[in-house]
């Protein structure tokens, strides 16, 4: 079977800073890639040149077996790759079905009389959300008003009807509670579940574990592991993650000081 | 947490006790427009009882004239506003359109069909260079529109100067093609009334500008621009294009109201518009437009230059000094500012 998405050998350079060197993955459908790594190893950039915010300097970009290299997030999501960005996925103010449907608003009418067709754009996203779990009792609502997972939920599930084959979630449970990432890890595996291939971005290997098929480790801007579920438990994760042996001298220094004297 | 794929599969729609008293009332009050509409009933209730002229024809004929012109304005600055960019060279470019006009027929020979068309053109490239250049600078607009309004303040006045020994461009009426101008831009209807054209025109561009946003995916755009750009341009928004077309939109509304200035006075003073800016900009946020961008209304924008119309000549027909309006204008600017505050508050949700 061709990978929904693959990278071969691609490296990203900012200046004389090297962002990626030689990141080599792929993400079949139905399965979750979780994309690991402590801050500044390199996991933005990576996403964002799947998402096409950025262009790879080195190496290829596949989809479905097709080398391609997007100019912009619009031609990534043309491609069938949609990314949900941490923050920055919804616009507070407006109400969920304007922010459900932004950018590629359903119309009716011929020219001048050209119109959002207001009625359909509702009751889609009424039941998209419910496909999600999510009552939406009243579209007009602003998105703002909802709580963070249900704004990640309506950004997955707006990626999932635009025809998105692969969703790239960017730190999706960083800001929220313990509850609240649940409900979105819970999204995640419903969205593997309907065919998706995710790539699941995060720095937290408890909120990886659980979901994920596959775990792949950037350190430095290097790729330091892939492994399928079952190769690595979740301590080895943990500790592959911060740099192994880094974290237990941390610990026997921690340790060592925490002692009573 | 292994359970949570199982329970993922089929999740029943769970309903959010917290939404179940959205009453009619409170729908309301989520409207951007409504504390403006409210607000001119008081004002228009309080003129009416407490001055005799003012709920005449002939006064209300007079309010609407003023609320007209600073109501086409409102609308425009609006939409800028919820594009969430500011304009500062608005009011000045009332004058330069109306003197570019009086130039180009007075002084130059154009008859005054041309000279209209010119003007639109000039309007739209000033327009189009505002919006380049917060773009590209990324500066703040607030910064480069104001350079835009002082350069624009010295040509007015330097130019008018120079071309005509005064400062005032006269004899407008003179110009071939007046006639047929003054009809679709300067005219009056309802006779003896005299109720200015220009007010049916402020309807028209407040409801053209109200669909827009509410039905069109251009509004929806503005909307977001204004809202949170980054996530505008994520999801594919052309952001630059429809912050340039705001300010195309805002100078060429600029350019409509100098035009209708110039014709129903047929002469234009240099120093025409100067300071009209904040007027705009202060109808706008009465009519619940907010200043951080993402919110607000045409037809709040509207009211909120009703208000402004009905105060400045309420004041007037109520015999006290007009220097007053300032200080009313100061006043319900500073109350809408604290009112939309707390409807921001409201709207965004304190998780953010």
């Given at each position: 079977m061709t990978a929904l998405v693959e990278v071969r050998g691609v490296s990203k350079y900012f200046g004389n800073v090297i962002a990626l060197k030689d990141i080599s993955l792929s993400?079949?459908?139905?399965?979750?890639?979780?994309?690991?790594?402590?801050?500044g190893a390199g996991k933005s950039s990576f996403i964002k040149i799947l998402s096409g915010v950025h262009q790879h300097d080195d190496g290829e970009l596949l989809v479905e077996g097709e080398e391609c290299r997007f100019s912009s997030p619009r031609d990534a999501r043309e491609r069938g790759i949609a990314t949900v960005f941490q923050d920055l996925a919804t616009v507070p103010l407006m109400s969920v079905w304007r922010n459900f449907f932004l950018g590629s608003e359903p119309t009716v009418g011929k020219?001048?009389?050209r119109r959002i067709d207001v009625k359909f754009a509702q009751d889609t996203m009424r039941e998209e959300m419910r496909k999600m779990g999510i009552d939406v009792r009243d579209p007009d609502q602003p998105v703002g008003t909802l709580s963070g997972g249900e704004r990640q939920a309506v950004s997955i599930a707006r990626a999932v009807y635009f025809g998105a084959k692969v969703l790239i979630l960017d730190e999706p449970t960083s800001a929220l509670g313990v509850k609240q990432s649940g409900v979105v890890l819970r999204y995640v595996v419903q969205a593997r579940e309907r065919g998706l291939g995710v790539i699941?971005?995060?720095h937290n290997s408890?909120?990886?574990?659980?979901?994920?098929?596959r775990f792949v480790i950037l350190n430095r801007g290097k790729l330091v592991g892939d492994w399928r579920r079952g190769e690595i438990d979740r301590d080895e994760l943990v500790k592959k993650m911060s740099g192994g042996a880094e974290l237990d001298q941390l610990t026997h220094e921690l340790e060592r000081k925490l002692e009573p004297t | 947490m292994s359970s949570t794929a199982d329970a993922a599969l089929a999740p029943e729609p769970v309903a959010d006790e917290r939404l179940a008293n959205i009453g009619l009332g409170a729908r309301l009050m989520r409207r951007p427009e409504v504390g403006s509409l409210l607000g001119a009933l008081v004002i228009c209730a309080f003129f009416w009882l407490t001055t005799e002229p003012f709920g005449t024809l002939n006064g209300i004929a007079n309010w609407t004239d003023v609320g007209s012109t600073i109501g086409i304005m409102a609308v425009a600055v609006a939409l800028l506003m919820i594009g969430g960019e500011f304009d500062l060279s608005a009011g000045v470019m009332t004058g330069t359109t109306g003197l570019l006009m009086g130039l180009l027929t007075t002084e130059w020979g154009l008859s005054m069909w041309p000279a209209i068309v010119v003007t639109f053109a000039f309007a739209a490239t000033v327009g189009f260079m505002n919006g380049y250049m917060v773009i590209k600078t990324k500066l703040p607009s607030f910064i480069v529109t104001l350079a835009t309004f002082f350069v624009l303040q010295g040509v007015n006045l330097g130019v008018t100067k120079a071309i005509t020994g005064t400062v005032r461009v006269a004899g407008l009426g003179d110009v071939p093609g007046y006639d047929s101008a003054f009809k679709l831009f300067g005219a009056t209807f309802w006779a003896p009334h005299n109720f200015r054209l220009s007010v049916i025109w402020w309807i028209a561009i407040a409801a053209l500008a109200t669909w827009v946003l509410a039905r069109t995916r251009a509004g929806n755009w503005i909307f977001a621009v204004g809202g949170d750009a980054e996530a505008a341009r994520n999801v594919g928004v052309p952001v630059a294009r429809v912050k340039i077309a705001l300010f195309m939109t805002t100078a060429i509304a600029a350019a409509l109201v100098g035009?209708?200035?110039?014709?129903r006075l047929?002469?234009?003073q240099a120093g025409q518009g100067v300071g009209e800016e904040f007027t705009y900009i202060i109808a706008a946020v009465v009519g619940g437009c907010l200043l951080t961008g993402g919110y607000g209304s045409a037809i709040g924008a509207s009211f909120g230059a009703l208000i402004v119309g009905m105060a400045f000549i309420g004041i007037q027909f109520s015999g006290w000094n007009t220097d007053w309006r300032f200080l009313f204008l100061g006043v319900i600017l500073l109350l809408a500012v604290l009112v939309n505050n707390l409807v921001r508050h409201r709207a965004e949700g304190a998780r953010r």
């Amino acid at each position: 079977m061709t990978a929904l998405v693959e990278v071969r050998g691609v490296s990203k350079y900012f200046g004389n800073v090297i962002a990626l060197k030689d990141i080599s993955l792929s993400v079949d459908a139905g399965e979750v890639t979780c994309v690991l790594g402590d801050n500044g190893a390199g996991k933005s950039s990576f996403i964002k040149i799947l998402s096409g915010v950025h262009q790879h300097d080195d190496g290829e970009l596949l989809v479905e077996g097709e080398e391609c290299r997007f100019s912009s997030p619009r031609d990534a999501r043309e491609r069938g790759i949609a990314t949900v960005f941490q923050d920055l996925a919804t616009v507070p103010l407006m109400s969920v079905w304007r922010n459900f449907f932004l950018g590629s608003e359903p119309t009716v009418g011929k020219g001048p009389l050209r119109r959002i067709d207001v009625k359909f754009a509702q009751d889609t996203m009424r039941e998209e959300m419910r496909k999600m779990g999510i009552d939406v009792r009243d579209p007009d609502q602003p998105v703002g008003t909802l709580s963070g997972g249900e704004r990640q939920a309506v950004s997955i599930a707006r990626a999932v009807y635009f025809g998105a084959k692969v969703l790239i979630l960017d730190e999706p449970t960083s800001a929220l509670g313990v509850k609240q990432s649940g409900v979105v890890l819970r999204y995640v595996v419903q969205a593997r579940e309907r065919g998706l291939g995710v790539i699941f971005i995060t720095h937290n290997s408890h909120h990886a574990y659980p979901v994920g098929d596959r775990f792949v480790i950037l350190n430095r801007g290097k790729l330091v592991g892939d492994w399928r579920r079952g190769e690595i438990d979740r301590d080895e994760l943990v500790k592959k993650m911060s740099g192994g042996a880094e974290l237990d001298q941390l610990t026997h220094e921690l340790e060592r000081k925490l002692e009573p004297t | 947490m292994s359970s949570t794929a199982d329970a993922a599969l089929a999740p029943e729609p769970v309903a959010d006790e917290r939404l179940a008293n959205i009453g009619l009332g409170a729908r309301l009050m989520r409207r951007p427009e409504v504390g403006s509409l409210l607000g001119a009933l008081v004002i228009c209730a309080f003129f009416w009882l407490t001055t005799e002229p003012f709920g005449t024809l002939n006064g209300i004929a007079n309010w609407t004239d003023v609320g007209s012109t600073i109501g086409i304005m409102a609308v425009a600055v609006a939409l800028l506003m919820i594009g969430g960019e500011f304009d500062l060279s608005a009011g000045v470019m009332t004058g330069t359109t109306g003197l570019l006009m009086g130039l180009l027929t007075t002084e130059w020979g154009l008859s005054m069909w041309p000279a209209i068309v010119v003007t639109f053109a000039f309007a739209a490239t000033v327009g189009f260079m505002n919006g380049y250049m917060v773009i590209k600078t990324k500066l703040p607009s607030f910064i480069v529109t104001l350079a835009t309004f002082f350069v624009l303040q010295g040509v007015n006045l330097g130019v008018t100067k120079a071309i005509t020994g005064t400062v005032r461009v006269a004899g407008l009426g003179d110009v071939p093609g007046y006639d047929s101008a003054f009809k679709l831009f300067g005219a009056t209807f309802w006779a003896p009334h005299n109720f200015r054209l220009s007010v049916i025109w402020w309807i028209a561009i407040a409801a053209l500008a109200t669909w827009v946003l509410a039905r069109t995916r251009a509004g929806n755009w503005i909307f977001a621009v204004g809202g949170d750009a980054e996530a505008a341009r994520n999801v594919g928004v052309p952001v630059a294009r429809v912050k340039i077309a705001l300010f195309m939109t805002t100078a060429i509304a600029a350019a409509l109201v100098g035009i209708m200035i110039a014709l129903r006075l047929s002469s234009v003073q240099a120093g025409q518009g100067v300071g009209e800016e904040f007027t705009y900009i202060i109808a706008a946020v009465v009519g619940g437009c907010l200043l951080t961008g993402g919110y607000g209304s045409a037809i709040g924008a509207s009211f909120g230059a009703l208000i402004v119309g009905m105060a400045f000549i309420g004041i007037q027909f109520s015999g006290w000094n007009t220097d007053w309006r300032f200080l009313f204008l100061g006043v319900i600017l500073l109350l809408a500012v604290l009112v939309n505050n707390l409807v921001r508050h409201r709207a965004e949700g304190a998780r953010r």
